[in-house]
């Protein structure tokens, strides 16, 4: 029988942590149907509500459903702040009963660190450890493992909707699962392979305490007899390596790279328009795999869409559309939009320290670094118009391999960057596999572009353009669609004023 606690109180070894109506069993003064201390913010078709028929435990559960809203984008998120208190590292699991009827895309329990300046320092989710969670089950109980330490102040929990279907939650938990056991040999072997990838490779290697985090990983591993007991211990690593600067690396268990190395997780395909005024747009999204086959498809595609537009009308202005690029793996991204780029080196990655430098390329449909092809058209395409006009257009979604798709059009000659700034994860990573299946994707070099340029952190634009999420018309694209117009001056960068330099540039073509 539940208990009626307005807090739940978890004290074992000093850990204190508080889910305010963790069963959902008291209401909203306000709104009987929700839930007291839970938000939610609910998009079109979506609803949230108490229900007292179908229930875990208690008189209620949280009831989220969706009939109508079919856009791969959109869910439903719930949410409540937590206190914690610890004074030693910990290793916890925040839980939940969760049931589901017809759930088309996934349901989620996710949890956000915070310290107490109210920083993010990590942050963990059942689509992170790879736990399927589409279709129809009874109650079942799913669970998260984090770690905490004195530095964490607050825990930012919840769940959520995404697709059609409905779902019901009841019964959130914290345990204290910490355990002073010995680590087993194959543990502490995995354990400490783990360290040596880092300590050797990693981006910030030379401020972290590596003493001090090897005795941290041991102790979180306490107990453990697989290596995948010792994933929570890795995930501190990552969060070690955050504290010092390295905002880019991740560990993902083996499912996830079993199906990062046969499908594109990301799902979305590339599209292209003409917008008139010989002008093109080509959109590139994500691509998450390391496929060589669907690598080159996607490269393919771009280099059609360019093909199919540059054949039908007389482009001299190319928009490339890079703000929902969240990143992946660069070099489709690159091979496809070749044509626009350049035969040319377009890039250098650099590690700390001297002569560490690794250029990466385009070339006659080829794209690699270090003179190693990683992704090919094989029949590459070479635009009608030379040197054309190109307005790349980023935004905050515009991440990791989609900000190195970025750079690699920075210092390009009559090419413009519009939108606002990139997400910020600027840096190479290198992805070590594990003796077990599950990958390190480990942050090991900085970035410049073609002209040596240093990127550290967003990318700014040269042309900053904001974009209200209340304005219906693409103000990012329409200021774009200007430029492309000679409506308004072109601004290159380094040149404040170069409107008669373009003009001059395009009656030489």
Not at 211 to 237: F, N, Q, W
Request: aromatic content about 10%; glycine content about 8%; overall charge neutral.
């Amino acid at each position: 029988m539940k208990k009626y606690y307005f807090f739940l109180f978890i004290l074992s070894n000093s850990l204190i942590a508080q889910i305010s109506n963790p069963g959902f069993e008291i209401t909203r003064d306000t709104i009987p149907s929700l839930p007291a201390s839970w938000s939610a913010w609910a998009p079109k078709h979506y609803s949230w509500r108490l229900d007292s028929a179908t229930k875990h435990s208690g008189a209620c559960s949280l009831y989220i459903n969706n009939e109508q809203n079919t856009d791969n984008n959109s869910f439903l998120p719930f949410s409540q702040v937590v206190d914690i208190s610890v004074e030693t590292l910990k290793k916890i699991n925040l839980s939940v009963f969760v049931k589901t009827n017809h759930v088309s895309q996934d349901i989620g329990l996710w949890c956000q660190l915070w310290d107490e300046k109210n920083k993010k320092t990590g942050f963990t989710s059942l689509q992170a450890l790879q736990i399927q969670t589409s279709g129809s089950r009874d109650w079942t109980q799913f669970s998260i493992p984090l770690t905490v330490g004195p530095d964490v102040k607050k825990l930012l929990i919840g769940g959520f909707l995404k697709g059609t279907g409905e779902v019901w939650y009841d019964d959130f938990a914290i345990e204290d699962v910490s355990s002073n056991k010995a680590v087993s040999k194959k543990a502490s072997a995995f354990i400490r392979e783990v360290i040596s990838i880092a300590e050797k490779n990693s981006i910030v290697k030379d401020s972290v305490n590596w003493e001090k985090v090897r005795r941290d990983m041991l102790s979180l591993a306490g107990g453990a007899k697989t290596t995948r007991d010792c994933y929570p211990a890795i995930h501190y690593l990552i969060r070690e390596l955050n504290a010092k600067g390295d905002n880019h690396s991740g560990f993902y268990p083996p499912e996830f790279n079993a199906r990062h190395k046969s499908e594109n997780t990301d799902g979305r395909q590339p599209e292209s328009k003409y917008l008139g005024n010989s002008t093109a747009c080509i959109a590139v999204p994500g691509f998450s795999s390391v496929s060589k086959k669907l690598g080159e498809a996607f490269a393919t595609k771009i280099q059609a869409l360019i093909k199919t537009l540059d054949s039908s009308y007389t482009i001299t202005t190319w928009i490339v559309d890079l703000r929902e690029n969240t990143g992946g793996n660069m070099y489709p991204m690159i091979a496809g939009l070749g044509p626009l780029l350049g035969d040319d080196t377009l890039g250098y990655f650099y590690l700390p320290g001297p002569n560490k430098t690794h250029p990466w390329y385009y070339s006659k449909g080829i794209s690699g670094s270090d003179g190693t092809a990683l992704c090919s058209v094989k029949h590459p395409y070479t635009i009608r118009q030379p040197n054309p006009k190109i307005i790349v257009l980023s935004g905050s979604n515009t991440a990791s391999s989609g900000e190195m798709t970025l750079v690699s059009f920075k210092g390009k000659a009559n090419t413009t960057v519009v939108g606002s700034a990139s997400a910020g994860y600027s840096t190479g990573n290198a992805g070590h596999t594990l003796r077990d299946g599950s990958v390190l994707n480990l942050c090991e070099s900085y970035c410049t572009d073609r002209n040596h340029k240093a990127y550290r952190g967003p990318i700014q634009p040269d042309i900053p353009v904001s974009q209200s999420d209340s304005e219906k018309t693409d103000q990012v694209l329409q200021h774009a669609i200007k430029l492309a117009s000679d409506e308004l001056p072109l601004i290159l960068p380094g040149k404040p004023d170069n409107r008669s330099d373009h003009n001059q540039d395009r009656d030489h073509q």
